[in-house]
């Protein structure tokens, strides 16, 4: 288990977010992050493959024809009236090939001179759109207040659509992934290749989960493996939401030495650290990066920024952007309501 030390990671933001949360303390992990993991899946995941929705088949690429909710009609929160709200139109087209996704969207006749951002959203939503009263924001599906079946309660509800290694700006600038800004027409679209399988549907395939809320996290500022309990109580960060790692406690026994790079089978501790996915480790440093828990999502939600910020890893909430459009993972898999 490896973290880049101070020089490496001053080279770029995703090097000190990456940094920052490889490493987690044993008495931490258990009470926390790792606690609450262990508690949804009921132990250790015996079957990280097991298939969490319907697949997605078939030779692509796939087309997903966005709907428009009631926002879209009005001018919620200070937005700009969409240009021809009746004709707007918002097409995903996604093609897989090697774990990566190429990812084009396009939309036509939305909001003129407006910033938007696509959001991955794991819990189901409700159907017929409905807002539940005084939101502008769709509900989503009562019937799941706790996320669709096997999902991890440490999850967040929605992710950033954008690469493992994309660098945020948490709003200072236009935040990467599916971000993009309309013209007077209320066209606009944009092209991304993520860094891993959207249409997946296991714990190890699919898009990536955030974290739920802040985690506490073991910070080691040296190179080379780490071994044991985190060397002081000072070295414990609370870190924001980032991307959900995976422990070495969350992978089977009998696959830790091959799943988890850092996995040390003399040493009981080391399962509370989290697991090093060994296609990442540089064989010269050592250093590498954390698995981190998959599932498949719901659908997207195309967002509206009237304030012209993005919310950065984070998804905001209602009073900061309005919801135009969603698409849905059923028109994939010929399974919608």
């Known amino acids: ?55 997605v088949t078939g030779p692509g690429p796939f087309v997903i024809h966005f709907e428009a909710t009631p926002n879209l009609f009005g001018a919620s929160n200070g937005t700009q009236p969409a240009v021809r709200p009746y004709y707007a139109s918002g097409t995903m087209t996604l093609s897989v090939s090697n774990g990566k996704t190429d990812l084009q969207f396009s939309v036509r006749s939305a909001r003129p001179n407006t910033i938007y951002t696509i959001w991955t959203v794991f819990y189901p939503l409700a159907w017929p759109i409905f807002f539940p009263t005084g939101s502008i924001k769709p509900a989503l599906d009562p019937n799941f207040p706790l996320g669709p079946t096997g999902f991890l309660t440490e999850g967040g509800v929605v992710a950033p659509t954008a690469s493992l290694s994309s660098q945020f700006t948490n709003g200072m600038g236009l935040d990467p992934g599916v971000t993009f800004v309309t013209d007077g027409y209320g066209n606009g679209g944009i092209r991304v290749t993520l860094d891993y399988n959207i249409l997946g549907n296991t714990y190890d395939d699919g898009p990536p989960l955030g974290n739920r809320s802040i985690v506490s996290q073991c910070v080691v500022d040296s190179p080379g493996p780490q071994r044991g309990a985190c ?63 998959r599932f498949p999502f719901d659908h997207f939600r195309l967002a509206a920024h009237p304030d012209g910020l993005t919310h950065g890893f984070i998804g905001g909430n209602e009073d900061e952007h309005v919801i135009d459009m969603v698409g849905r993972r059923c028109h994939l898999t010929n399974t919608c309501p």
């Open 1 to 55: 288990m490896t973290v880049m030390n101070a020089s490496r990671a001053r080279a770029g933001a995703a090097a000190v977010l990456l940094a920052l949360v490889i490493l987690a303390a044993p008495a931490v992990a258990s009470a926390g992050l790792l606690g609450g993991l262990l508690g949804v899946v009921g132990g250790v995941v015996g079957a990280v493959v097991d298939v969490l929705a319907p697949p």
């Open 231 to 293: 060397p002081s109580s000072s070295a414990v960060q609370r870190v924001t939401t980032t991307w959900l790692r995976k422990y070495i406690a969350q992978v089977p026994a009998a696959d830790r030495a091959n799943v988890c790079a850092n996995f040390n089978a003399s040493d009981p501790g080391s399962i509370y650290w989290q697991c090093i996915d060994p296609a990442t480790v540089n064989s010269q440093t050592g250093n590498g990066l954390p698995r981190v828990w």
